[in-house]
């Protein structure tokens, strides 16, 4: 069984803060990491797609790095704001299955 | 543009009854996945097509579970003879299905039902 873990499962933290969690997933037939934001009562948004041991990537105040090797993945949020309040969730993907296989995600509270 | 749009977005229904779930993906995407997510639990994976056949189906719970896309737009989830256990928030997304790893699955908003 598949399994990905996510921690911490919430986090509350002040405007300015700047914050990052962690995504473990198995580190035998990997194909590649997804990470998205929920927000309440809105869509699971994409945040990035993940495929290379050692990949960093970013979107504005937002960035996250991987190890493949070690089954790992770290999302950080620099100065959040209280619009990144939200959901953030991993997902696994193994071998060439199209099936992703999710955490259960870290629920961020910022306070302004 | 238009992104994945799911209807109802709220569903009550008594427990035996059956319900339809309708997913519209963005236009031009090959693929559509259906996820499950109860609550305090994180998506899990139902079933998925590729324009209309349906290319893996492990994941549906029981056999009261059905999914559809016949004309490789629209789908439809349907659940006969709904149990409590079923009360979850059911998500579509869709996809280009571009070969390799770099594949986006767009979401829509989910529809939450809850049985009764």
Known sequence: ?112 | GAGVSQSPRYKVAKRGQDVALRCDPISGHVSLFWYQQALGQGPEFLTYFQNEAQLDKSGLPSDRFFAERPEGSVSTLKIQRTQQEDSAVYLCASSLALTGPIETQYFGPGTRLLVL
């Open chain 1, 1 to 112: 069984i598949l399994n990905v873990e996510q921690s911490p499962q919430s986090l509350h933290v002040q405007e300015g803060d700047s914050t990052n969690f962690t995504c473990s997933f198995p580190s035998s037939n990997f194909y590649a990491l997804h990470w998205y934001r929920w927000e309440t009562a809105k869509s699971p948004e994409a945040l990035f797609v993940m495929t290379l041991n050692g990949d960093e990537k970013k979107k504005g105040r937002i960035s996250a790095t991987l190890n493949t090797k070690e089954g790992y993945s770290y999302l950080y949020i620099k100065g959040s704001q209280p619009e990144d309040s939200a959901t953030y969730l991993c997902a696994f993907r193994a071998g060439n299955n199209r099936k992703l296989i999710w955490g259960l995600g870290t629920s961020l509270a910022v306070n302004p």
